[in-house]
């Protein structure tokens, strides 16, 4: 059976040293390139996906990166199987995709024979994660649950919010009308309560429960 596949990199040395591999596994077909997600979904919007079995893409691309290419394509093209092979090894990233269906990941310096298992493993229905990729998952989840566990108050998720803002103890102390030495005890007991070792740590908790998304 022959399998077709569609590529999206901004890099066209990545492309050309994939099309190289599949030239050593007749089965596959490469129907054509882009450098970005934006041309992908045009392509996809104009021609459909009947005669496609896989989208191979980077992460980090131009106008559209690969985690937003990859829910446009689940949600709009569910039947094209879809796999990130991307430098970037990131637990959140990974989430992210997987919570959005993609079929599989694994890092650009994979060895060519585990990107052509992973290929295979894909277009036949199942799913293909390399190691390195599990482990950073397991990783990201694993500190998830951890975070989960401790419970913060509206005005401690406020001071954690001002102080990986960079502002300083008088000026929250100003801003929540509060005293210093009320903000101080709140800083205190947030690095206990986190367990971190300093404003750095509470400046990454932050980030990660979302703080500083607004």
Do not use: C, W
């Amino acid at each position: 059976m022959k399998y077709n596949l569609i590529i999206a990199d901004d890099h066209k040395m990545f492309i050309d040293g994939l099309m190289s591999i599949l030239k050593d596994a007749p089965e596959f077909s490469v129907t054509t390139t882009f450098k970005n997600g934006a041309q992908v979904v045009k392509y996809l919007d104009i021609n459909g996906v009947d005669d496609l079995n896989l989208l191979v893409t980077d992460l980090t691309m131009p106008e559209m990166d690969g985690i937003e290419l990859n829910k446009i394509v689940k949600e709009k093209y569910p039947s094209l199987k879809t796999l990130v092979v991307s430098m970037h090894i990131d637990g959140q990233m990974i989430d992210k995709l997987i919570r959005n269906n993609v079929d599989g990941y694994v890092p650009k310096n994979a060895e060519k024979d585990e990107l052509l298992d992973a290929i295979r493993t894909i277009v036949k229905g199942e799913k293909y994660f390399s190691s390195e990729i599990k482990r950073a998952y397991t990783d990201a989840m694993f500190e998830n649950k951890k975070q989960e566990e401790v419970n913060l108050t509206e005005r401690e998720k406020e001071v954690l919010k001002l102080i990986a803002e960079e502002n300083t103890t008088q000026e929250i102390a100003d801003t929540l009308f509060l005293s210093k030495h009320t903000i101080e005890s709140y800083r205190k007991n947030l690095i206990s309560k986190l367990q971190v070792k300093n404003l750095a740590g509470l400046t990454k908790h932050a980030i990660k429960m979302g703080l500083l998304d607004s």
